[in-house]
């Protein structure tokens, strides 16, 4: 058996690592500043690569920082898929939603600032939150379990209360973020059609998946 990994498989293996290494930094200086305007010198600097090596994986600075976002935005969601496998009912998926990304807030900073900061440009995005809440709101309209009728119209809506929600998180950490998350949701749950006491009551259920 060979002793080491063949040369092809490690050049692509330290290529994966490069690209991985400026993204992490990019997405560090969203996290820290919400600012764009750092350098590629100072992002290969923090990603410590050289500066051709940027090159190498993306054509602008701002390439790097919409990739950044995207792939933190495909974090959270796949983050939020694994912990509502299961869930048969639209509106406890919504509401579950709301209150897992609002207990990131501590437990994944970097993440809840690129979503406050760049979350609404990406609420129709085809990656990350956007395509899975677009497919929970769809569920729900065909069942019936939302009566809304326009399930693109209602993402805007949805995806712009979470985005102040997590905002509200960060801004005002002295506040109960789990009853704050659920007070939201409830009212998401209620502007999309779900009865009042309904909508109540599925938002104070356990949270699924994992504690």
Same mark, same amino acid.
């Given at each position: ?25 990019? =997405? ?71 209150? $897992? ?33 677009? =497919? ?18 209602? $993402? ?12 509200? =998180? ?18 998401? $749950? ?13 938002? =104070? ?7």
């Amino acid at each position: 058996m060979p002793t080491s990994a063949p040369p092809g498989n490690r050049f692509e293996r330290r290529r994966a690592e490069t690209r991985q290494a400026l993204v992490r930094a990019a =997405r560090q200086v969203l996290a820290e500043t919400g600012d764009t305007s750092a350098s590629i010198q100072v992002i290969a600097e923090r990603a410590d690569v050289g500066l051709g090596s940027f090159y190498n994986h993306f054509e602008s600075k701002t390439e790097l920082f919409d990739v950044a976002v995207t792939e933190a935005l495909e974090e959270l969601g796949q983050f939020i898929d694994e912990r509502v496998r299961g869930v048969e009912d639209p509106a406890e998926v919504v509401a579950a939603s709301f209150r $897992l990304t609002a207990r990131m807030a501590g437990s994944h900073p970097e993440l809840q600032q690129i979503l406050r900061d760049r979350g609404l440009a990406h609420i129709h995005s085809e990656r990350g939150l956007a395509p899975r809440a677009l =497919r929970d709101l769809q569920r729900g309209i065909a069942s019936g379990r939302f009566t809304c009728a326009n399930a693109t119209i209602a $993402l805007s809506a949805v995806g712009g209360t979470l985005v102040s929600l997590v905002a509200l =998180r960060l801004a005002r950490p002295d506040l109960d973020g789990d009853e704050a998350a659920s007070e939201l949701a409830e009212m998401v $749950l209620r502007m999309l059609g779900v009865p009042p006491a309904d909508a109540h009551e599925v938002t =104070r259920r356990p949270l699924p998946g994992r504690s």
